[in-house]
């Protein structure tokens, strides 16, 4: 049973910084794609953050300069650091993983995490 937790989340003003983490737990080969995802009340899950294996990463337009997404692939964890966070910037952060183990290449999804940027 693979599982992904995330913490970190929480609230904070504007202008403030929070970094989240998934730490990947189970029986499993290996870890290809990590991302973060999130959604907003009424909206649909955007990704926000990609990270491979192979160490390329990719942003949403709207956090390009302000988050880093990083990987600790010796611990299986992915972080997200989150600078000059913005009233925008709330929803719920869900963790993606791409795992390879028996049977297969399978995507898994954390809880998801709270993240409230108040004005």
């Known amino acids: 049973q693979v599982q992904l937790v995330e913490s970190g989340g929480g609230l904070v003003q504007a202008g403030g910084s929070l970094r989240l983490s998934c730490a990947a737990s189970?029986?499993?080969?290996?870890?290809?794609?990590m991302a973060w995802h999130r959604q907003a009340p009424g909206n649909q899950r955007e990704l926000v953050a990609l990270?491979?294996?192979?160490?390329?990463?990719n942003y949403a337009d709207s956090v390009k300069g302000r988050f880093t997404i990083s990987r600790d692939n010796a611990r299986n964890t992915m972080y997200l650091q989150m600078h000059s966070l913005k009233p925008e910037d709330t929803a719920v952060y869900y963790c993606?993983?791409?795992?390879?183990?028996?049977?297969?290449?399978?995507?898994?999804w954390g809880q998801g995490t709270q993240v409230t940027v108040s004005s």
């Open positions: 990270a491979t294996s192979g160490g390329r990463t």
């Open positions: 993606f993983a791409l795992i390879v183990g028996p049977p297969g290449p399978v995507d898994y």
């Open positions: 189970g029986n499993f080969l290996s870890i290809t794609a």
